[in-house]
């Protein structure tokens, strides 16, 4: 325990944003919270404005980049479709800025090159129950959070829980991550007492069992929550109750896919602990292909491109492409390993290590559908019936990379349905 504690104490000085950051940044928000004030008075809209996210909590860890929410929580006199627009106009001539479009818009504002406030309408809600939009409830996620973490030594917890969970790939509640957010992390560290309770807690979960966490107590039993809360919230394998919301699952997101990948790494973690554990994780590509080599499989990569709004949209379109080619290679190549790496941006890079499948087995139509296995003949002039369906076989004479380039000539207008604007082999 005693190396254990050295290590972590090792990390909080690395994950921590030293004085002198957390300081310019601290008065970088201070002045754009003047700034946004003075114009929300000038335009005599009834809003108040709030910092919401790790900053209210004071549990930032180290990133290339930050963003800062701050949230303008307007009357509920104002229509939902409105403060979006009143929003874009309070910023009107401030400089810069960028608008992410979705349920409701909000907007992405440069203060340096690694720095950025997301500045998001919300509607001011006197219960979390009357909110709309989960945006709405930033406010009573920030006091909660404030009103049970009150020691160092917790926000130091959370923090590791933070990092622990960004250098696996696991944080964010985005479609193309399915993992922890931010808020779920702090509430499970807390709720588990620290982040080696978390981390032990974690590993113990067994997919399909559906764990119930509820730290308010609001439902008497499992039984209860399963069946008041809507069914489409209750696909991740731990079910987390916001406490200040009781109809919510604050890890809704979170996949059996995304819980199996952090799992391992907790496991790994307790077994050999290191400061390395919370290095981001980075795909060495080069090795895999020399690996790919040395067993006589095949090594592709692939770069795909979309012009959707980069975030959310953009990494989820990317992602389920992925997927759907995930399906198409696998009908010719057995997947001994593949990867998934999107940048944030408007790309995503997929890998493939593959075996031949050698002769595979075509499904065709029934045999009673005379029209369409005289159909079936004319392509395939060699092939056999059996439980009442023609099929026939194929000899799976073509690399991966001869594959992928009949498959893009074959499937162009699919992949432009699918929002891919540009399919390459690196």
Not at 323 to 340: A, P, Q, R, S, V
Request: hydrophobic share 35%.
């Amino acid at each position: 325990m005693e190396k254990i504690h050295s290590i972590l104490q090792e990390v909080l000085e690395k994950v921590k944003p030293s004085k002198e950051d957390a300081k310019e940044m601290a008065d970088l928000v201070k002045d754009f919270l003047k700034k946004i004030k003075s114009k929300l008075k000038a335009s005599g809209a009834k809003a108040e404005v709030f910092v919401g996210g790790s900053f209210a909590k004071n549990t930032v860890i180290k990133k290339d980049e930050y963003d800062v929410d701050i949230f303008l929580r307007f009357d509920k006199k104002y229509k939902d479709a409105e403060i979006s627009e009143m929003t874009k106009k309070l910023l009107g001539s401030a400089g810069e800025f960028k608008t992410i479009h979705g349920s409701r818009d909000y907007f992405k504002i440069p203060l340096r090159d690694d720095f950025f406030i997301e500045l998001v309408p919300v509607a001011k809600v006197s219960t979390p129950e009357q909110s709309e939009n989960i945006t709405d409830l930033s406010y009573s996620h920030v006091k909660y959070v404030n009103k049970k973490v009150k020691t160092e030594k917790m926000l130091d917890e959370i923090r590791l829980a933070k990092a622990f969970c960004y250098a696996t790939q696991c944080y964010g509640a985005e479609s193309y991550i399915n993992g922890f957010s931010g808020y779920a992390l702090e509430l499970l560290t807390y709720y588990h007492g620290g982040f080696l309770k978390f981390v032990k807690a974690m590993t113990k979960v067994k997919i399909g069992e559906k764990e119930v966490i509820d730290i308010e107590k609001h439902f008497k039993n499992k039984a209860q929550v399963l069946m008041d809360i809507n069914e489409s919230k209750l696909n991740s394998p731990v079910i987390l109750i916001d406490p200040t919301h009781k109809h919510r699952n604050a890890l809704a997101a979170l996949s059996d896919e995304t819980l199996l990948k952090f799992q391992k790494a907790c496991s790994k973690f307790l077994k050999s602990p290191s400061v390395k554990s919370f290095d981001v994780q980075k795909t060495d590509l080069e090795k895999i292909e020399k690996d790919a080599a040395k067993n006589k499989f095949e090594y592709i990569l692939i770069e795909a491109r979309t012009e959707k709004q980069e975030g959310d949209v953009a990494g989820t379109k990317l992602l389920k492409f992925y997927n759907h080619l995930t399906g198409e290679i696998e009908k010719f190549f057995e997947i001994k390993k593949k990867g998934f790496n999107y940048n944030s941006k408007k790309s995503a890079r997929y890998f493939f290590v593959v075996k031949s499948r050698g002769d595979i087995e075509i499904s065709g139509p029934l045999v009673k559908d005379e029209d369409n296995v005289k159909a079936f003949e004319k392509v395939h002039s060699v092939y056999f019936t059996k439980k009442g369906r023609i099929f026939a076989k194929e000899r799976v004479d073509f690399s991966v990379k001869g594959f992928m380039d009949m498959w893009k000539k074959k499937n162009s207008s699919r992949v432009k349905e699918m929002y891919i604007s540009e399919l390459k082999i690196v």
